[in-house]
């Protein structure tokens, strides 16, 4: 039997709480507030306020990203009711079932964790980084091997692994419209 609004927005929130992908700075940079919102946001939110070309935004990872938002029953961004990924849209639309959506979302919070350990295998370094600031990192490190005219097949690789994984970011979690209206990546924001 079909499932009403109510069911199935509660099993959307299931996925929701075990992902946190548009929170944590895994899809985006910053996210998007709108017009007079400033001023009426949780403190740490206010702080994080940043303006890009007119448009107003908060840093994310957000300060209220614990492993799940920790502020979920208080006054938020209208954003943080508002948007909606690509992979909620293929729940809705029935394309994708809520296990298999949350088994999306573990497999790509593993590749993460992955990506972390080479980063800092290769780096170093034993920073924990959410995966923005490795794509940050690793534009640093390849504009630094470029002067020097040197080539790494270590990072080269690394490199190519950080791009698979962003385009299988794109493709199940971001959609053109999002990109475009909600969010900023430090690309199309700076
Ligand atoms: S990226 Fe999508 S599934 Fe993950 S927390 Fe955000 S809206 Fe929910
Ligand atoms: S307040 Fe909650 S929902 Fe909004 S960005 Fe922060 S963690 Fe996410």
């Known amino acids: 039997m079909e499932k009403n609004r109510t069911g199935a927005l509660i099993d959307e929130q299931q996925i929701c709480i075990s992902c946190g992908f548009c929170c944590d700075n895994t899809l985006f940079d ?31 990872p957000c300060f209220y990203f614990n492993g799940k938002c920790s502020i979920y029953n208080q006054k938020k961004a209208h954003i943080c009711s508002s948007f909606r990924c690509q992979l909620l849209k293929n729940f809705e639309a029935g394309k994708i079932t809520q296990k298999d959506a949350i088994e999306l979302v573990r497999q790509t919070k593993q590749t993460r964790v992955e990506l972390l350990k080479e980063y800092q295998q290769i780096s170093g370094k034993s920073e924990v980084l959410t995966f923005r600031e490795i794509l940050v990192a690793l534009g640093k490190k390849q504009k630094e091997l470029e002067k020097k005219a040197s080539l790494s097949m270590e990072w080269e690789i690394f490199a190519a692994k950080c791009n ?24 199309k924001g700076k």
């Open 30 to 60: 910053n996210a998007v507030l709108q017009p007079g919102e400033k001023g009426t946001l949780p403190e740490k939110m206010e702080e994080s306020y940043i303006k890009i070309k007119n448009q107003e935004y908060f840093k994310l």
């Open 164 to 187: 698979i994984f962003e385009s299988l970011l794109i493709k199940h979690f971001k959609s053109e419209e999002d990109f475009d209206k909600m969010m900023s990546t430090s690309e």
